[in-house]
């Protein structure tokens, strides 16, 4: 069946048409925001345009279907490589550090006074709705696009889990097929559900958020379920990932999840073409950041931290074109805007993608998207004394990517609790148990692996660049070594190159109002315990609009 889907949506077409336009020129588009939890840059198709590495196992026929059908974007970063910051970027259309304490995971408190996209929409006249997660913690109802109010997951939300529930249900004697084709059919159900509650002739707005691809999944679910081979894996993986059994099975397990969630987003796919509503939905296929619990990858600012997949088609989209052009995920927000001919309001950092999306020309696009701005504060509390954030900010372009450390003396990733102690983590903790040592990275075969083989000569560089405490500034040459284990900082011929990136980033970081740097970063060193923080720490400046 799903063949038949990637087969559908290819010939069907989906419409292209030079420009979006507003309400009155023509019917409004629908929007299907898919968006994994803990998904990165990991697609059969940028496996073919990059082979040699791990996504040449991976298989995503859906994402890369879409992806032949409209646009591809090669450089798609997410603005922090944690969840809630990211989708509170994402929503608001502006940096992080513009979103007050929706720019931290735990402790995060949405602030109701910053727009958001789909509660824009919303009042536009759109019908709105998601299935899983979007904003966390929690979801609450008066979250910006969140919690019961517009949730539509009575049908269930076992895809979740769905390597742990497809073993289960085949332990009980169903086929392989049967076990995964239940979980489908939840997700079938959920989108029925929304696309029934809408009034006749409203365009919508839904958000399509399975946590799947999240940590923990079944061990060796990725060949039980899917057929990916960990041997295949061998030889493909970058230098910051032991090459060992139990990472590649830790690999081909993630991969598995990544396919599941494309399989789902197949089924999304086939019930737009029976609602006859595929020709008129702008289509776009995400993740929230890099892959959790690898070295490199969520929480860090290296490129398997903040690179992520991206793929967009529909109506004012000229398709069969893969483009170079610079973007992080907060654009996301006023490109939904303008497809559907609303303002955007000024307070969004964020710039609109149509000029690349309505072009048709590949490589470069548009001129000035030659960079794209990270960084990340705190993740888990009490990741280290005090609850102390770890303060990050990155610049990152085809040749470069530089970083700052606010606080070096910090740890990146959590404390190395009790890891020298008299009772340090066992191997069950280390994969079982996230907080058990460095808290910020989720625990995992791989985490296990590293820490517990932190003392092998091969894999100590690596416990030592994922874990160790880091210089104040990080500068690599992506071409010369685009896996980033040397930092280049600090040496002569790159001085100009690291004086430039930094000026550049300094610069945008003040002309957004980052509370980073005001104040040696008041606003964020002060723990979101309770309440609101003092009044006397420095609030985001939300009236700037950036001009990037």
């Not at 399509?208 to 081979?229: C, E, M, Y």
């Not at 500068?475 to 550049?504: C, F, H, S, W």
Request: proline letters at 9%.
């Amino acid at each position: 069946m799903l063949r038949l889907v990637i087969l559908s949506v290819v010939a069907f077409g989906l419409a292209a048409s030079p420009a979006p336009l507003s309400a009155a020129e023509t019917k409004r588009p629908n929007i299907l925001f898919a968006f994994a939890d803990d998904w990165g840059k990991q697609a059969g198709i940028y496996g073919e345009l990059a082979p040699g590495g791990i996504n040449d196992v991976a298989v995503t026929p859906n994402f890369d279907a879409i992806a032949r059908q409209g646009v591809l974007f090669k450089n798609a970063f997410v603005n922090a490589p944690s969840c809630t910051p990211c989708r509170s970027s994402l929503l608001s259309g502006q940096y992080f550090w513009r979103t007050g304490r929706g720019a931290i995971l735990r402790g995060a408190v949405w602030d109701p006074t910053i727009p958001s996209y789909p509660l824009l929409l919303s009042d536009a006249g759109y019908h709105i709705g998601q299935t899983y997660k979007v904003w966390s913690p929690g979801t609450p109802v008066d979250a910006p696009y969140g919690g019961k109010k517009y949730a539509y997951e009575k049908a269930g939300g076992a895809f979740n889990q769905f390597s742990q529930r497809a073993t289960a249900l085949v332990a009980k004697g169903k086929s392989v097929e049967e076990a995964k084709q239940e979980l489908y059919d939840q997700v079938r159900g959920n989108f029925q559900a929304f696309l029934q509650a809408r009034d006749e002739g409203k365009p919508f707005c839904y958000w399509f958020g399975p946590t799947n691809v999240h940590r923990k999944w079944i061990a060796g679910s990725g060949k039980q379920l899917w057929d990916i081979d960990p041997d295949d894996l061998e030889g493909t993986m970058p230098a910051f990932l032991p090459d060992v059994p139990v990472v590649r099975q830790d690999v081909a397990d993630y991969l598995g999840e990544v396919q599941a969630f494309d399989t789902g987003l197949g089924v999304l796919l086939e019930e737009l073409k029976q609602a006859g509503e595929l020709e008129n939905t702008l289509i776009v296929i995400s993740g929230d950041h890099g892959p959790p619990g690898f070295p490199e990858g969520k929480c860090n600012l290296y490129d398997f931290g903040t690179h992520v997949a991206l793929a967009i088609a529909g109506p004012g989209v000229k398709g069969g074109r893969v483009v170079d052009d610079f973007t992080i995920l907060p654009d996301l927000a006023p490109t939904f805007l303008e497809a559907a001919g609303e303002p955007v309001p000024e307070v969004m950092t964020a710039k609109s993608l149509w000029p690349v999306l309505s072009s048709d020309k590949e490589g470069l696009v548009d001129p000035s998207r030659t960079a794209a701005f990270t960084g990340r504060e705190r993740h888990v509390e009490m990741a280290r004394p005090g609850n102390k954030p770890y303060p990050m900010r990155g610049i990152q372009t085809a040749d470069y990517q530089l970083i700052i450390n606010f606080r070096p003396d910090r740890w990146p990733l959590g404390a190395p609790y009790n890891l020298d102690g008299d009772n340090p983590p066992t191997k069950d903790e280390l994969t079982n148990q996230t907080v058990v040592t460095f808290p910020d990275d989720d625990a995992g075969p791989t985490k296990a692996y590293v820490v517990l083989h932190r003392d092998d000569p091969q894999v100590k560089p690596i416990f030592e660049r994922n874990y160790g405490k880091r210089p104040r500034i990080e500068l690599y040459d992506l071409k010369q070594d685009p896996d980033q284990m040397t930092n280049v900082a600090g040496q002569p011929e790159y001085a100009q190159i690291q004086a430039e990136l930094k000026k550049r980033l300094m610069e945008e970081l003040k002309s957004s109002g980052d509370p980073r740097v005001i104040d040696d970063g008041k606003y964020f060193e002060s723990p979101p315990l309770a309440g609101s923080l003092p009044d006397d720490v420095p609030k985001p400046n939300r009236q700037r609009k950036n001009k990037r």
